[in-house]
T-cell receptor, first 110, second 111 residues
Framework: EDQVTQSPEALRLQEGESSSLNCSYT??????LFWYRQDPGKGPEFLFT???AGEEKEKERLKATLTKKESFLHITAPKPEDSATYLC???????????FGKGTSLLVTP | DTAVSQTPKYLVTQMGNDKSIKCEQN?????MYWYKQDSKKFLKIMFS???????INETVPNRFSPKSPDKAHLNLHINSLELGDSAVYFC??????????FGPGTRLTVT
């Protein structure tokens, strides 16, 4: 059975304090690994898709990387507006469904 | 323009009632989904339709019935609502197996 584990569950950072969120997965036939951001009371917002080990993608202060067992979401010099829950999801085989982790709740304080 | 929209945003109803949630996407995607997010914020797939054909039907009570009148719409009907059905329901869409775009969610409260 596919498993997605995110750590830490919650993270508090000072503004400008860089850190990384982890997403470890076990899946047969990874098709893609997805990162989403979710703000309170809103739907998940798509950030990145990674397809193969070694792949990296960047968007503003965020950088996602992928290995054969895990993905990292690196946040460089975060700002308070980066506060949100970050969700990782995997898509396997020929399937369409996203299998989500439980998320990391990030709080960035001024 | 809203890419994926859902109505209503909030739904409060009593146990035993029947209710529907509607979803529309204007992205031209061929696949639509329903996810349930529980009180612990865990998102789980319920159903998926590709070109109006049901392709994912996870283990959910048969009180839940999706219906796709066309590629741009996917509705969720729930019969005989129970307390445990209280959650936030998200609709999403994608083009084939690519990234999914989510709606704003419908918060269902069953009293």
């Amino acid at each position: 059975e596919d498993q997605v584990t995110q750590s830490p569950e919650a993270l508090r950072l000072q503004e400008g304090e860089s850190s990384s969120l982890n997403c470890s997965y076990t899946v047969s036939g990874l098709r893609g690994l997805f990162w989403y951001r979710q703000d309170p009371g809103k739907g998940p917002e798509f950030l990145f898709t990674l397809y193969s080990a070694g792949e990296e993608k960047e968007k503003e202060r965020l950088k996602a990387t992928l290995t054969k067992k895990e993905s990292f979401l690196h946040i460089t010099a975060p700002k308070p507006e980066d506060s949100a829950t970050y969700l990782c999801a995997v898509q396997a085989g020929s399937g369409y469904a996203l299998n989500f982790g439980k998320g990391t709740s990030l709080l960035v304080t001024p | 323009d809203t890419a994926v929209s859902q109505t209503p945003k909030y739904l409060v109803t009593q146990m035993g009632n029947d209710k529907s949630i509607k979803c529309e996407q204007n992205l031209g995607h061929d696949t639509m989904y329903w996810y349930k997010q529980d009180s612990k914020k865990f998102l789980k797939i319920m159903f998926s339709y590709n070109n109006k054909e049901l392709i994912i039907n996870e283990t959910v009570p048969n009180r839940f019935s999706p219906k796709s009148p066309d590629k741009a719409h996917l509705n969720l009907h729930i019969n005989s609502l129970e307390l445990g059905d209280s959650a936030v329901y998200f609709c999403a869409s994608s083009q084939d197996v690519n990234e999914q775009y989510f709606g704003p969610g419908t918060r269902l409260t069953v009293t």
